[in-house]
C-alpha cells in the first residue's frame, strides 16, 4: 500500500489510471493507442470537446468564458498574461504572496509597469495580505489562490472593479468559488485537472485586443480561440487525462461533493497538528491551505526521523519544498480522506512515543 | 488488425505502448503510476538523464551540443528562435520549402530582417530549391528537413559557415546525418521520438547570449539549460515516452539500423505508385520523402472510394493534409514494413481492378 501526498505531479484518481491504462493499448475500441491518434480526428476532438464541456459545467461558466487548454506550463502564463493584458506604461496590479506570485511579478516587468499591492514577503510568505488597495486604472490585478510551496489559501475573491487574474493552479476545482468574477484563470493541470504538460487557462474575450505590441501567433490567446486550443498539435495525452480526470469529478458530483472530502481531510490533519505540540503549522490558522499543509518540528533531528518513518510506510511527499524546508502534505481532490487517517495516526504515535 | 499511417501524432512502438502501459499503473515497481510522480524525484531524474543520454548517443552529439526537452511543440521554436538568435535589424536567412518553413519565416520577423534565399512557392512547394546563396552575414540560416504536409525531404545540409537551424520534426532519427554540422535542432516529438507534448531542442551553446532584447525566463534557452530541462514541471509523461522510444531505437541497432527499414518501405511503397499509372506521386523524385510520401489521382471519385477502401481495410490516415488534398502515407520509424506491405497490395489489386 502507498500514499501518495505528493505536491504535483501528484496523486490522480485510481479509475483514471485504470483507464488510461487501458487507452494506451486500445482507445475506445478502436485497436489503435490514443498516443498515436491524430489530433485533427473526431475521435481526438471528442475527447478535446468533452474536456471543455466538462470543465465549463464543473465551473458553472457563463457564456462568456472561454476555456483553453495551453502548452507551457502555468509559467508560460506569468509572461503571456502581461504580454496580451498590458501596454507599455500601463500598470498590472500584483499582489506578492508566495513564490509563484514572486516569479510571475518578475515576467509582468517585462511588458507594463506593475505595482505590488501587498506583500506577505515580511513573515516569510505564512499569511495573505488583507485590507490593500488596487488602483482603479490597472489593467487587471493578478493574485494566487493557493500557494503550493508555502501552504496558504485565498478564500476571499477581492473586491474590485479592476479585472481579477488568478493563479489556480494547485487549488482549482478543489472548492466552490465565483469563477465567472474572474476575467482569467490559470492552472498547470497537474494538481486537480489531469496530467502535467498541460494548463488550463478560462478567460473573458473583451478583454483581449487593447494591447499593441505584436506577438508571436502562439502566445496571441485570440488566435488559440479561433482554433479551439489546436493551434498546433496539442498536447493530446495530457488533455486525455484531463478529460478522463473532469468526467471523474463530474460522476462523484461535482465540486461540492469534493469540497467536503476536502474539509473533512484538511479538518483532520490540522486539527491533528494542533492537538500534538511536537509538530507546528507555520502558516497563521485563517490562511491554511486546505490542499497543502505545512508545519515544522523543532528539531531537526526529529523531522528526519520522522520524514524516514513516513517513507517507511509507503508515504510518499511528506518532505517541504527544497526552499522552505519542514514537512508538505499535499491534500488534492485525488487523496482518499483515509491517507490522511493513516497518516494521522502515524503523527499521533510518533508525538506520543516522543512525548 | 489496424495499420497507422498518421501523420502525428503517429504510431509508436509496440513495445513502448506496452511498457507505458505497465508504467500507468505501477511505474518501475513503486506502487506509483508514472502520472502522479514529482519531477523533482530521482525517480523522474532517472527517466529524463535517460532521454538525454540515449538521445546523445543515437545522434552522435559532441560535447558542444547540449539536449533539452520543452514544452509548447515545434510552434512555440519558430518565434523562440529568433528571439534568441537574431537582433533587430541583423539579417535572419530562411528557405521556403513548405507549410512549416513559412511558418516560421512569418515568426522570425517580429524580431529580425528575415532573408528568403530561396522558395518552391511557385511550383506549390513539390520540390526542395537548390542553387541558392546564403547570406554570409546572416545570424543563422534556417530550414526544414522533412515537410510532412507537402512531401518532400532534403538529404543534403547545406554548405555554408553560416550557423544552421533545421526543424527536423518528421524525419530526426529515421537516417543517418551528421547533427553535429548544426548550431540547433528541433523537432516536435510526435512522429519519431515520442508523444505529443515535448519538443526536443538540440543546441550548441555558443550561439546563445548575442542578443541584447530582454525576454521570459521560459524563452531564454540559456535558462533551460541552466535547469536542464527542470525550468518549471516539464511533460513528464511525454518525456517518459520519449526516453521508452529512445531506448527502443537504441536496442534496434541505432539510426543506421531503421535507415535501412525506413528505406526498403519508401522504395516499395514509391515503385508501387511508379508502377501503378492511376497513382500519381506529386513531388519530384529526388526529393521524394522517406516518411510522408504524397500522391493524387486524377479522379477525385475514385479518390474517395480508394480511401473508404482503406479505412474498411483497417488503415488509419491514408489521406492528404487538408491544405492538399489527395492522399498522404506516413513511413515513420515505428511503422512495421508489413504495413506497406498491406497497402502496396491493396493499391495493386486496386489500380488492375479499376485499369
Known amino acids: 500500500m502507498v500514499y501518495n501526498f505528493n505536491a504535483g505531479p501528484s496523486i490522480l484518481p485510481k479509475e483514471v489510471f485504470e483507464e488510461v491504462s487501458r ?85 509582468a516587468k517585462l511588458y507594463g509597469h506593475v505595482e505590488v499591492v ?36 485565498m478564500f476571499a475573491i477581492p473586491e474590485t ?62 488566435e488559440h480561440i479561433a482554433a479551439g486550443s489546436m493551434l498546433n498539435t496539442p498536447p493530446v495525452f495530457a488533455i486525455y487525462v484531463c478529460m478522463l480526470t473532469l468526467r471523474w469529478l463530474k460522476n462523484l458530483g461535482g465540486i461540492p461533493a469534493i469540497e467536503a472530502v476536502n474539509t473533512k481531510k484538511a479538518d483532520l490533519l490540522y486539527s491533528t497538528l494542533d492537538s500534538l505540540p511536537i509538530f507546528r503549522p507555520t502558516v497563521v490558522k485563517e490562511d491554511r491551505s486546505k490542499m497543502n499543509a505545512v508545519f515544522v518540528m523543532d528539531d531537526p533531528a526529529l523531522e528526519k526521523e520522522f520524514q524516514d518513518l513516513c517513507k517507511a510506510e509507503g508515504m510518499y511527499g511528506v518532505k517541504g519544498h527544497r526552499s522552505v524546508g519542514g514537512f508538505r502534505v499535499s491534500l488534492y481532490n485525488a487523496l482518499p480522506l483515509s491517507s490522511v487517517e493513516v497518516l494521522t495516526q502515524l503523527m499521533t504515535q510518533f508525538a506520543h512515543k516522543k512525548a
Open 23 to 107: 487507452g494506451i493499448l486500445d482507445f475506445n475500441g478502436t485497436g489503435l493507442s490514443i498516443l498515436e491518434i491524430g489530433h485533427r480526428t473526431p475521435l481526438f476532438q471528442g475527447v478535446l470537446d468533452e474536456a471543455i464541456a466538462t470543465a465549463k459545467e464543473l465551473m458553472k461558466l457563463d457564456a462568456d468564458h472561454e476555456v483553453l487548454f495551453l502548452h507551457g506550463g502555468a509559467t508560460t502564463q506569468f509572461f503571456q498574461i502581461p504580454m496580451n493584458l498590458v501596454n507599455e506604461g500601463q500598470t498590472a496590479a500584483y499582489l506578492d504572496c508566495g513564490t509563484w506570485g514572486k516569479k510571475a511579478i518578475k515576467e
Open 161 to 222: 472593479d479592476v479585472p481579477l487574474v488568478a493563479d489556480m493552479s494547485s487549488d482549482i476545482l478543489s472548492r466552490v468559488t465565483d469563477f465567472n468574477k474572474h476575467a482569467l484563470i490559470y492552472a498547470g493541470a497537474q494538481k486537480n485537472i489531469g496530467a502535467a504538460g498541460v494548463t488550463m487557462v478560462v478567460l473573458r474575450k473583451d478583454i483581449l485586443g487593447k494591447v499593441n505590441r505584436a506577438m508571436p501567433g502562439m502566445l496571441d490567446y485570440r
Open 118 to 153: 501587498a506583500s506577505s514577503k515580511d513573515k516569510n510568505y505564512t499569511y495573505i495580505p488583507k485590507g490593500y488597495t488596487i488602483p482603479r486604472d490597472a489593467a487587471y490585478f493578478h493574485y494566487t489562490t493557493n500557494n503550493t510551496i508555502e501552504g496558504t489559501e
